[in-house]
């Protein structure tokens, strides 16, 4: 409809580092990574908060400072997980694994976006395109996940 939608992206960006830093939160039991989820989580939406309420127009622009920071944080989230997944049981490995590649690719993707803006609509059209695709990437990594850990199969008595 031609209006201004940018304010949806914080609330998508923030909202996945919230709800992931819990995930993670939950997975991790070593008190030092603890500890840094907790600290990270603070100063990140804290320097969102300052940041917000200094230059409020940021809301309505696309803001490279948060997509990197709650990207980045989330990345370091998941090689935690990895890191203690050599020792313990592969628990959501997929689920991280998907996480970790979408992270990567996406936050690459979001930080050449405004790049790739100045330049023909065909090409900024390729960045959104690459972007879709390793979100449904990320989602397939979930549902292998779900099948190998969850999904059970009745297995019929032959007598």
Do not use: C
Request: hydrophobic letters at 55%.
């Amino acid at each position: 409809m031609g209006g201004n939608n940018l304010y949806l992206s914080h609330i998508y960006f923030i909202g996945q580092f919230i709800a992931l830093s819990f995930f993670y939160l939950q997975l991790v039991k070593d008190p030092f990574q603890q500890k840094a989820i907790k600290i990270g989580f603070v100063l990140v939406l804290s320097t969102l908060v300052i940041q917000y309420s200094l230059k409020p127009e940021m809301f309505f622009k696309f803001n490279l400072y948060e997509i990197f920071i709650t990207s980045f944080l989330l990345i370091i989230y998941a090689v935690f997980h990895f890191y203690n997944m050599l020792d313990e049981k592969k628990e959501f490995y997929f689920i991280n694994m998907g996480l970790l590649l979408y992270l990567f690719a996406s936050t690459i993707l979001f930080l050449i976006g405004n790049l790739t803006a100045k330049f023909s609509k065909d090409v900024s059209l390729i960045t959104w395109m690459i972007n879709a695709i390793l979100i449904i990437v990320y989602h397939l990594f979930f549902l292998y996940e779900w099948k190998v850990s969850y999904f059970r199969t009745k297995t019929i008595n032959s007598n």
